[in-house]
């Protein structure tokens, strides 16, 4: 039996490295994951990077993964870290955690 990943569930953990903070970066990344219907979490690390743990849909997840390889405009991104962990199913909607 085959899996239709577009629709499996699945949860990134991501921290996105580069010019990152004070370019709107987190807001919009809400916005993007909401249009795509992901809950989770984004936040500004210490060490000048953005945190972010993702879960929904797996093409959804993809899509967003994709996005944050380029940011808004006025960011550059340089790296884009990605470990994958199971869906826990406990996050409702996606926000900014300060």
């Known amino acids: 039996m085959t899996t239709d990943r577009s629709i499996e569930r699945t949860r990134a953990h991501l921290r ?36 972010s743990v993702v879960e929904g849909a797996s093409s959804a997840v993809d899509t967003l993964i994709a996005w944050c390889h380029q940011g808004p405009r006025g960011a550059r991104v340089e790296n884009v870290e990605v470990r994958w962990e199971a869906p826990g199913h406990h996050f409702s909607g996606f926000v900014v955690r300060r």
Do not use: C, F, T
């Open 16 to 51: 996105i490295h580069g010019r990152v903070q004070g370019v709107y970066y987190r807001a919009s990344m809400v916005e993007q994951a909401q249009k795509l219907g992901l809950e989770g979490w984004v936040m500004n690390s210490a060490d000048g990077s953005v945190e």
